[in-house]
């Protein structure tokens, strides 16, 4: 394991995962509310800083390589859980909510079923346009539960359904990059 910077961001993106819920437990409601939007807005910001550093500065490692996109759904995962928890089982959360949980699952599972081969289904760039757009829709619906500002609760909206169909998109295109490899005669 080798601890340089991009890998320490990615390390505290990790941390920060399950804080964002466990304030709703540790602070009053409106505090609560606001630590859970910093911290979210720390990690998605680190998310996009520890990968430049790695490259900027070729300290790319099999660590951070193995350990980001697991923050990134450790991330995604509890924001979801929290959101649920927040807005209930209102279909504008709950909707695309399922459908990105379904495919960051069935990506995982995929690229671990995959092993050595999992090396083609390597990011797309579409797929960060869909975490960014998570990231994005993410806080801004953390955001509203703080100010209660109905613009910010539109748009957060719409950017997660947004990030609800490029989830879809992009799962669709690792299956079907997935699929050779699949067929039981390969």
Not at 172 to 185: Q, S, V
């Amino acid at each position: 394991m080798t601890w340089n910077l991009p890998n320490i961001l990615t390390v505290l993106r990790l941390i920060a995962a399950p804080l964002v819920a466990l304030v709703f437990f540790i602070l009053p409601a409106e505090a609560a509310a606001w630590a859970a939007v910093i911290l979210f807005a720390f990690a998605s910001v680190t998310d996009w800083f520890d990968g430049y550093l790695a490259r900027k500065w070729n300290q790319m490692s099999k660590f951070g390589t193995m350990l980001d996109p697991i923050a990134d759904k450790a991330m995604v995962v509890t924001a979801i859980a929290v959101l649920a928890m927040t807005y209930g089982m209102a279909a504008v959360i709950i909707v695309p909510a399922a459908f990105i949980l379904l495919r960051e699952t069935f990506v995982s599972g995929l690229r671990e079923f995959l092993g050595e081969t999992a090396g083609l289904l390597k990011v797309t760039k579409l797929a960060k346009w869909k975490t960014t757009a998570q990231m994005v829709a993410i806080a801004l619906l953390l955001l509203y539960r703080a100010c209660d500002v109905a613009v910010v609760f539109y748009l957060g909206g719409l950017i997660w359904w947004i990030a609800g169909v490029l989830t879809v998109i992009t799962g669709i295109d690792y299956l079907r990059k997935a699929m050779p490899y699949l067929r039981e005669d390969a």
